[in-house]
């Protein structure tokens, strides 16, 4: 009778946050999809022009260097980041004195914005960069490893304290019984520590993914895609499609979808790929 009584005001109590998630998510998105058929500078003067938008989209070579750097940009992070983040966790979970200040040191650059992290980084490594007669824009590959630099010294904290809270939940009873048995260090970490804590590494390295391909505010503090927009990540190249391009709202609209789809694939992949290794390990 309790639960009939409480599936009576189901609705209401689920149509305040329904109605905002239709508000300021469904339908925003519906819409520009819709407008990434049509050539637009606001909603009321909208033509359809079919794919036009997304024919020119894929001629622009902007946007196909900014697909190329976001992609190289993404897997090198995704590694680095998620390689480093294990490392600290790993060495910040054995009873060493002063963890817990390390840990909080570690993970301060996260609270951090990126603009404001970008313009940090262009000081320091420009302020390096000098003493050899060049600067950031000097060369796309140094752009390139500045925004590694800078994201790695972004995120690392954040999937640190993600690792470390799964390393800390494995049983004690597991490495002991490991260690019993004559397990090596290098045996307990492959056999014991990485299957158990596979739903973390889950989510981190979607985490990191999805952040590095989103990343914009720290790509325009740090080179603002120069030279020659060829350190543009596709976040920026959106954004320059969209606001500083004439009648440029139809086509930054349509790389926007495009660039929706191609993380939402991406992230299913890697989804499926690493929930399978959770059930393998299970």
């Known amino acids: 009778?309790?639960?009939?009584?409480?599936?009576?005001?189901?609705?209401?109590?689920?149509?305040?946050?329904?109605?905002?998630?239709?508000?300021?998510?469904?339908?925003?998105?519906?819409?520009?999809?819709?407008?990434?058929?049509?050539?637009?500078?606001?909603?009321?003067?909208?033509?359809?022009?079919g794919i036009s938008n997304y024919i020119e989209a894929f001629s622009n070579k902007d946007f196909i260097n900014a697909l190329r750097f976001t992609v190289k940009i993404a897997i090198v992070t995704v590694i680095t980041v998620n390689f480093f983040a294990m490392c600290l966790a790993l060495l910040l979970t054995r009873k060493i004195r002063g963890t817990n200040v390390f840990r909080a040191i570690f993970f301060m650059p996260n609270l951090i914005g990126g603009i404001v992290l970008g313009y940090i980084?262009?000081?320091?490594?420009?302020?390096?960069?000098?003493?050899?007669?060049?600067?950031?824009?000097?060369?796309?590959?140094y752009g390139f490893w500045g925004l590694v630099i800078l994201m790695n010294w972004q995120m690392i904290g954040y999937m640190m304290v993600i690792y470390i809270a799964a390393i800390q939940s494995i049983p004690n009873t597991l490495i002991e019984a490991a260690k019993?048995?004559?397990?090596?260090?290098?045996?307990?970490?492959?056999?014991?520590?990485?299957?158990?804590?596979?739903?973390?590494?889950?989510?981190?390295?979607?985490?990191t993914m999805a952040n590095s391909f989103k990343n914009f505010d720290s790509n325009l503090a740090l080179t603002a895609g120069a030279p020659s927009r060829k350190t543009a990540m596709l976040a920026l190249d959106i954004y320059n499609t969209f606001y500083n391009t004439l009648n440029g709202e139809g086509v930054g609209q349509a790389k926007a979808v495009v660039f929706f789809i191609i993380v939402a694939v991406i992230a299913f992949l890697q989804l499926k790929l690493t929930r399978r290794k959770e059930v393998d390990n299970v």
């Open 1 to 49: 009778m309790h639960n009939r009584h409480m599936s009576r005001y189901f609705f209401v109590f689920v149509f305040p946050t329904l109605l905002a998630f239709l508000l300021s998510f469904v339908i925003p998105f519906i819409l520009g999809i819709v407008l990434s058929f049509t050539d637009f500078t606001s909603i009321i003067d909208a033509k359809w022009v």
């Open 121 to 141: 980084w262009q000081l320091i490594i420009n302020g390096v960069l000098y003493k050899f007669g060049v600067t950031l824009t000097y060369k796309p590959e």
């Open 180 to 207: 019993i048995d004559g397990a090596s260090p290098f045996q307990i970490l492959t056999r014991i520590k990485l299957p158990v804590i596979m739903p973390s590494i889950t989510i981190c390295l979607f985490l």
